[in-house]
């Protein structure tokens, strides 16, 4: 599943650390951004209450897909 990390503002400026303790809950981290304090990647669904246990993380949120149709597909 795909996630965003939301990092507290105490641990903004130890990203980098609090991405290496992701992958070792066995998140596939992607992009960590100290401003907003955000990293995202993905991971298992079981492996989700680890990554909420790790030190700095605020929250974790499953990212939503949106898709359009197609611009010739019929009104509903």
């Known amino acids: 599943m795909r ?3 939301v ?8 990203m980098e650390s609090v991405g290496t303790h992701l992958r070792a809950e066995g998140m596939h981290v992607e992009q ?11 991971l298992p669904a079981a492996r989700l209450p680890a990554v909420r246990g790790v030190e700095g993380v605020a929250g974790v949120e499953e990212q939503r897909e949106h898709r359009l149709p197609p611009p010739d597909a019929p009104v509903q």
Do not use: I, K
């Not at 990092?7 to 130890?14: I, K, M």
């Not at 960590?32 to 993905?42: H, I």
């Open 3 to 5: 996630v965003t990390v």
């Open 7 to 14: 990092v507290d503002d105490a641990h903004r400026t130890a």
């Open 32 to 42: 960590v951004r100290a401003v907003p304090g955000l990293g995202t990647g993905e």
